[in-house]
């Protein structure tokens, strides 16, 4: 397992990352990395929200990829636009679905769609990338 690497940068690419194992624990530390970036950019008013889609990101990532390992990474496009991303090591794309009153799971990216200004998925020859934008007030 890699070992975890976090960059910081006032914009561009990537902002902040860090390699995590494929464990539902590891959505905590993709949520302080998060509101981190936030604080440091001055975008507080996206780090909840931002958490939210993180951990919904994560969860998916940690259910459907099959490596042991994601990388979240926290981009700053523009001055009031944030990214979230988590990259798994699977080519197999995130559907939306509709969940039964009764299901347990299945409205995390119905979720993530409701959250954020627009989010997607882009493929990799080595997996994917599924991404979350979230904008500010400036």
Do not use: F
């Amino acid at each position: 397992m890699p070992q975890p690497t976090t960059r910081a940068r006032r914009t561009g690419h990537p902002g902040y990352s860090e390699t995590l194992p494929r464990q539902p624990e590891s959505a905590a530390t993709a949520r302080r990395l998060l509101r981190t970036a936030c604080a440091v950019w001055g975008l507080d008013d996206l780090a909840e929200n931002g958490a939210l889609i993180v951990s919904e990101l994560v969860a998916n990532a940690v259910q459907h990829a099959r490596r042991e390992s994601i990388r979240v990474v926290i981009d700053r496009p523009a001055a009031a636009r944030v990214r979230v991303g988590v990259a798994d090591l699977s080519r197999a794309r995130p559907v939306q679905r509709e969940a039964d009153d009764n299901d347990e799971g299945g409205r995390g990216l119905r979720l993530v769609a409701a959250l954020a200004a627009d989010w997607g998925t882009e493929e990799r020859s080595w997996g994917k990338i599924v991404w979350a934008d979230l904008k500010g007030h400036r």
